[in-house]
């Protein structure tokens, strides 16, 4: 948010501190802008996708009958689409005028169905995977360089961790001092050159900070590293609390598809239960058999309402598996996410976890991703669009700064006063960094060190304009 300086401040400029936090604004932007640009991007695309426009058919509009078919009545016409398969997964319609989804499992590549409840018209059937959601959500998440915790997670991380360092120093440098607040909360339209676009990187940037710092935790909950390793790592619903339950080798991540988060973030790294034994409660009556038809009906039974899904277990030993979360687009509300597990033999519930089961870290990061990915409403959708252009907006206003500021044949890295030493506030800063996030604090001591080696010219330049 830095730019040429105005009179009134010429005397903060000069000093040691103003120009260090100008210069490593300048550095966490060198490499933080591009990827601000393709978050912003993919998180449009993948707002669209989600949000409004599901690519399985979610949101199709249909005429509502008297009365639906059986779910055996329309898992049959799903299947008769693609004999030789099997329901992997029943979503129920969103609404009495939306389609029912069905994911039928095939050799070749699993579907999905988007059929007529009341008809058993297939409204569209397309394969479960090449979505562009899932295409634009590995790129956001991963670059395509290994999914979750591979090498593209690593510079995603170092960039989010770095872009906590541009708001901090961007906030310090557009402070206002003796030039009032008007020039930090309204854009100088009238403003010409390089002035307009400081005005419109530095307010749009004030404006915003906040949101920004909140879709950089956000997003960094999800990161191999800080997310994976620590917060989610300490911040997990534990299995002990299901009480003589026994436990698969699997996590609950497992049923994610891809790239795409589709299980809540407090029950990804807990160990799925496993059926086969004595264990649970009453869940289905005894006698009665345990098929989709029956599972679908003990989830409306114990309180599940609206769009909520069954998954099929997957092998001998896996467990039907209820949901209805924000993280799966089923609710707006994520303070009413409900996972419930039940036994493929006797029909019992051997486990289940609510919101109010889980840490208060968990909590957080169920509101904070609903609202990080546009799940809380319209609102929330309209909300992350602007957010979105608006951090397209102040990269490319600094870029554009950066360009008309630099010297003809010049990087144009803004230069430290002669006889430089490191403030004691930049060093606080980056031990701070470097303790919440240990890829920012690399990466700050990786830049110190190639900032330290370029040559004394370079990097002094007592009357360098700002």
Request: net charge neutral; glycine share 10%; hydrophobic share 50%.
């Amino acid at each position: 948010m830095s730019s040429t300086i105005l009179p009134q401040q010429d005397a903060v400029a000069s000093t040691r501190l103003y120009r260090a936090m100008w210069r490593w604004h300048f550095y966490a932007g060198l490499y933080v802008i591009p990827f601000l640009i393709m978050l912003a991007v993919t998180g449009l695309i993948i707002l669209w996708f989600t949000a409004i426009a599901p690519e399985y058919g979610d949101r199709l509009t249909l005429q509502p009958g008297a009365q639906a078919l059986s779910i055996t009545q329309q898992a049959d016409a799903a299947l008769a689409a693609h004999p030789g398969g099997t329901i992997g997964k029943y979503v129920a319609p969103l609404g009495p005028d939306n389609p029912a989804l069905f994911q039928v499992n095939l050799e070749q590549g699993n579907r999905m169905i988007a059929l007529d409840p009341y008809t058993g018209q297939i409204l569209r059937d397309r394969a479960q995977d090449g979505t562009w959601n899932e295409f634009a959500t590995d790129i956001h998440g991963s670059l395509l360089l290994g999914g979750s915790g591979g090498f593209g997670d690593f510079l995603i991380e170092v960039a989010a961790s770095l872009g906590i360092v541009l708001l901090i120093t961007g906030l310090y440098l557009w402070w206002p001092r003796g030039t009032g607040w008007r020039d930090v909360l309204v854009p100088r339209l009238s403003a010409g050159g390089r002035a307009f676009w400081k005005s419109i990187h530095s307010v749009t940037g004030f404006w915003m900070s906040l949101v920004i710092l909140f879709f950089l935790v956000s997003g960094l909950s999800w990161a191999g590293v800080w997310g994976g390793k620590f917060v989610q790592a300490w911040s997990t619903f534990p299995a002990e609390k299901w009480d003589s339950v026994p436990l698969s080798d699997e996590a609950h991540a497992g049923m994610n598809h891809g790239a795409l988060k589709e299980v809540p973030w407090a029950l990804e790294q807990t160990l799925m239960p496993a059926s086969g034994s004595a264990a649970g409660v009453t869940g289905l009556p005894e006698g009665v058999p345990v098929v989709l038809e029956s599972v679908v009906a003990l989830g409306r039974a114990i309180g599940f309402e609206g769009r909520f899904q069954v998954a099929v277990p997957s092998d001998k030993t896996g467990v039907w598996t209820l949901s209805q979360d924000s993280m799966s687009y089923d609710s707006p509300d994520p303070t009413a996410d409900r996972t419930v597990h039940v036994d493929q033999y006797t029909g019992k519930i051997l486990a289940s976890a609510a919101f109010a089961d889980y840490s208060l870290a968990g909590k957080a990061m169920a509101v904070g991703i609903a609202l990080h990915e546009g799940q809380m409403g319209l609102w929330n959708i309209v909300l992350n669009v602007v957010f979105c252009l608006a951090v397209i907006l102040i990269a490319v206003s600094g870029v554009v700064m950066w360009w008309l500021r630099r010297p003809v044949g010049e990087f144009g890295v803004p230069l430290y006063p002669k006889a430089y030493r490191v403030p004691l506030a930049i060093l606080g800063l980056a031990v701070l960094v470097a303790i919440a996030f240990p890829l920012g604090g690399a990466a700050i001591a990786l830049i110190a060190v190639v900032d330290f080696l370029l040559p004394k010219r370079v990097k002094e330049a007592g009357s360098a304009k700002a």
